[in-house]
């Protein structure tokens, strides 16, 4: 991993970002975009985060993102947040999350599997459209 600024991906960060945003506050009444696809976008934030200070690998960079979308998962569980001292309803609390499900790992991979395609697609196109030298 190489420090490498990327104005491209912490753009798309913000606007990612701005639309998880939007979901939690304009769209938290729609529940299939509350509880299931605030959870597949995740990860593609956190992949666009890491890529916008960062030169890595990108499917270690998504397998690395499962990972620790899962461990976040599962520390809910054990009611992280609150072991932390956290206060419901506060910031972190609310990063962190606070009651843990199943469907939330298979939304997680779900983001991630789209992630993968969708690198793989572009860098296929980008290669195919590259000239011989």
């Known amino acids: 991993m190489k420090f490498q600024f990327s104005l491209k991906y912490l ?13 939690a506050t304009k769209l938290k009444d729609i529940f299939f975009v509350r509880a299931y696809l605030g959870d597949v976008i ?8 890491v890529k916008s200070f960062f030169r890595v690998n990108n499917e ?18 054990f009611n992280i947040a609150e072991k932390l001292g956290f206060r419901e309803g506060s910031l ?17 991979a779900a983001g991630c599997l789209l992630l993968y395609l969708f690198v793989k697609m572009t860098n296929n196109k980008s290669l195919a459209s590259t000239p011989n030298s």
Request: net charge negative; charged share 5%.
């Open 42 to 49: 995740v990860v593609m934030l956190l992949y666009t985060l």
């Open 11 to 23: 753009l798309a960060s913000v606007v990612i970002f701005l639309i998880e945003v939007l979901i």
């Open 60 to 77: 270690k960079l998504i397998w690395g993102i499962l990972i620790f979308s899962c461990f976040v998962e599962f520390a809910q569980y």
């Open 92 to 108: 972190m609390y609310i990063v962190i999350g606070n009651s843990f499900s199943w469907i939330d790992i298979l939304c997680y």
